[in-house]
């Protein structure tokens, strides 16, 4: 359990899971603890195993597992981990904001929401991945649509998205100095928003230059989209709820963020 969850990463967890029900009338099972738990999570998001597949020797079983898992989706218990992953990050200065970086993965879906035909897939059923990267490739933004949805759709909602996090030094910040993005994203009206938020902007531009010359700064959030491959529960989505996906993903991105914070 503590190789999954090391004392580090436990005491940040301990800071925003919410509290055990009380049950006043007594009785039930003993509650799993909230640790043997969320190792069981991590081993099921790394490993790719079934709930029902899930070791006895973590304790819980499967379905005690999952319907943790449940409830700490519906509380948003991921986003406010990551979150603090990145304000620690951001404390030690290990956030460089200079250069940010936009892109999405595909991979194929069950039956469920925010799925759709995907376009490079031969129409097979998919979902995307959604980030936004700082200059070394930390996910600083996460969101998750239907394969079918144009990457250009989830630029303004995840910039948005970026949570304001702490500095080394002055106000918390929340916005890149500059974005780069490829071809995908190449329309005026986004280089319009950017600007009026004061974000530098770096987009291909369509049948004027090639993507690839962007490779000297980009290349870090295609590496960071293959870091998640490693939580094998996003080889191919399973999730049939949209929460249980992106909660997932956005394990998959803490715990990336949280190993540049352990060294």
Request: hydrophobic fraction near 35%; include cysteine.
């Amino acid at each position: 359990m503590e190789r999954l969850v090391p004392d580090e990463l436990w005491d940040l967890f301990e800071r925003v899971v919410p509290p055990a029900p009380s049950r006043p009338q007594g009785g039930g099972r003993r509650r799993y603890g909230d640790r043997e738990v969320l190792a069981a999570i991590i081993f099921v998001a790394t490993s790719g195993c079934t709930w029902r597949q899930l070791p006895p020797s973590f304790g819980p079983s499967g379905p005690t597992a999952h319907r943790r898992f449940t409830e700490w989706s519906k509380a948003r218990v991921r986003a406010r981990l990551h979150r603090l992953v990145l304000d620690e990050l951001g404390r030690r200065g290990d956030l460089d904001w200079s250069r940010c970086a936009i892109d999405s993965v595909n991979m194929r879906a069950m039956k469920g929401e925010l799925t759709g035909p995907n376009p490079v897939d031969r129409g097979k059923k998919g979902s995307k991945i959604h980030l936004i990267t700082e200059r070394t490739g930390l996910p600083l933004s996460i969101g998750i649509s239907g394969a079918n949805l144009h990457d250009s759709q989830a630029l303004e909602p995840l910039v948005r998205g970026i949570p304001p996090i702490r500095s080394r030094r002055g106000p918390r910040r929340r916005r890149p100095a500059k974005l780069h993005a490829d071809k995908g994203y190449d329309y005026d009206h986004l280089r319009r928003w950017l600007r009026q938020g004061g974000i530098t902007h770096r987009i291909a531009r369509k049948g004027i230059e090639s993507s690839t010359r962007l490779g000297r700064h980009r290349w870090t959030i295609e590496r960071t989209m293959a870091w998640p491959a490693g939580c094998r529960r996003l080889h191919r989505r399973y999730e049939r709820k949209a929460d249980h996906f992106l909660a997932f993903t956005s394990i998959a991105c803490t715990l990336i963020c949280y190993r540049r914070l352990a060294k």
